[in-house]
């Protein structure tokens, strides 16, 4: 899969599910969250919120394939490393 920036981003509606189920006490931190994303990726998406102390922050959230496609990446960089400089595999592994 090919790394990608200014991807269309995916309805808030969405976004919150993940949210939801990945951090569930993270919703109950912010007073507002901005529901148009700022910026978006083939990883994920990035949103304005307001903590509720007043704070304004930005919230990166990662979509769930995200995961899969990083795993997917380092085990194609050890496998490079591998035959370049196997004495660094342990570190790229961790």
């Given at each position: ?70 795993k ?7 496998r ?14 961790e």
């Amino acid at each position: 899969s090919k790394l990608q920036d200014s991807v269309p981003q995916r309805p808030w509606s969405q976004m919150e599910a993940i949210v939801r189920r990945e951090t569930p006490q993270l919703l109950s931190q912010v007073s507002h969250v901005q529901h148009e994303a700022v910026g978006a990726a083939s990883t994920g998406q990035v949103h304005f919120a307001t903590l509720l102390d007043g704070r304004e922050v930005v919230i990166k959230i990662q979509y769930p394939e995200a995961r899969g496609r990083f795993k997917s990446d380092f085990g194609n960089v050890a496998r490079l490393m591998r035959l370049a400089i196997p004495s660094l595999v342990p570190m790229v592994m961790e």
